[in-house]
């Protein structure tokens, strides 16, 4: 079956820098673009970044262009998100999900499989 694991989140100061994983099994990662989505407290899910399958694409949502720098390994079928200059609006549970194609999307509900997140606090 598929899973998603995430890690890598924890608590940062303002300015400082964290890099989440997803590490994917139960399919053929490399022929599924991928996404991180975030939650933050009383808000809803916010599309946060997303890769394409080949890596020949990537796309961020614009709260985070120029900080968040999203990666996959399909030889380790892990994909990242790299998040420097952390802000205390970046705090939120971090989701990775899964397309259902090889092209981003950053329409929520084109996903067909998301983890459990990870936390992500930003605080002095």
């Known amino acids: 079956q598929v899973q998603l694991v995430e890690s890598g989140g924890g608590l940062a100061q303002p300015g400082g820098s964290l890099r989440l994983s997803c590490a994917a099994s139960?399919?053929?990662?490399?022929?599924?673009?991928m996404s991180w989505a975030r939650q933050a407290p009383g808000k809803g899910l916010e599309w946060v970044s997303g890769?394409?399958?080949?890596?020949?694409?990537?796309y961020y949502a614009d709260s985070v262009t120029g900080r968040f720098t999203i990666s996959r390994d399909n030889a380790k079928n892990t994909v990242y998100l790299r998040m420097n200059s952390l802000k205390p609006e970046d705090t939120a549970l971090y989701y990775c999900?899964?397309?259902?194609?090889?092209?981003?999307?950053?329409?929520?509900?084109?996903?067909?499989?998301w983890g459990q997140g990870t936390q992500v606090t930003v605080s002095s």
């Open positions: 139960g399919f053929t990662f490399s022929n599924y673009a």
């Open positions: 999900a899964k397309a259902s194609n090889e092209r981003v999307s950053s329409t929520l509900a084109e996903f067909d499989y």
């Open positions: 890769i394409n399958s080949d890596s020949s694409g990537a």
